[in-house]
């Protein structure tokens, strides 16, 4: 629960300029890889990881982080291949749905060991292709939290299939008028 919610009501609006996609693995074309980008290393801020389908990029999961995107993009990498996240069902992703191949609350580690082989080997298609998009920005926790919280509003107002995206509905952070704009060259749909 955040302490100091007051505070955060009376923020300025906030201006988000997107930087990506990127992407974590292997390029295809005129891609670029996240590790290689120095806003990646050196900032913080708000990130998105998109599904691309039929040329827009569909916001996936939507985070904040105090510290280097890359060093938060590489726990997620580490919480994937630990066994302690969902680990999605890259069809279903590519129809826009969600649907797990392992549950780490119901299939237990146990489960994830005994096919890690196969698990290791969806991974690696769904990180291939994820797309990231960065938004540095120099605010407190609660003011990211805010942010993140409107984003995903947002987002799911805004797309066809809202249990695509993958976040947890903090409606008391949500603000819908404190993003003043949101650009970029390419952005994520519905943000």
């Known amino acids: 629960m955040i302490k100091n919610w007051e505070g955060v009501n009376t ?12 992407v974590l693995t292997a390029r295809l074309n005129e891609e670029t890889l996240l590790w290689e980008v120095k806003e990646a290393e050196d900032c913080y801020g708000i990130y998105v990881l998109c599904w691309l389908k039929d040329d827009e990029y569909h916001p996936h999961y939507i985070g904040m982080t105090e510290q280097a995107f890359a060093e938060r993009i590489k726990q997620h990498i580490k919480g994937f291949a630990s066994g302690n ?98 650009t970029g060259e390419v952005k994520p749909k519905g943000l």
């Open 11 to 22: 923020m300025e609006k906030v201006s988000i300029v997107w930087k990506g996609p990127f």
């Open 85 to 182: 996240y969902y680990i999605y069902n890259v069809e279903a992703l590519d129809r826009l749905e969600k649907e797990y191949d392992y549950n780490p609350n119901t299939d237990g580690l146990s489960e994830f060991i005994k096919d890690y082989v196969s698990y290791s080997h969806t991974l690696n298609e769904y990180f291939s292709k994820l797309k990231v998009f960065l938004a540095p920005l120099e605010l407190n926790k609660d003011e990211l939290l805010a942010v993140e919280a409107t984003l995903s509003a947002r987002a799911k107002e805004s797309l066809r299939n809202d249990k695509f995206l993958d976040n947890p509905y903090r409606e008391n952070l949500v603000d819908l008028k404190l993003i003043k704009q949101s």
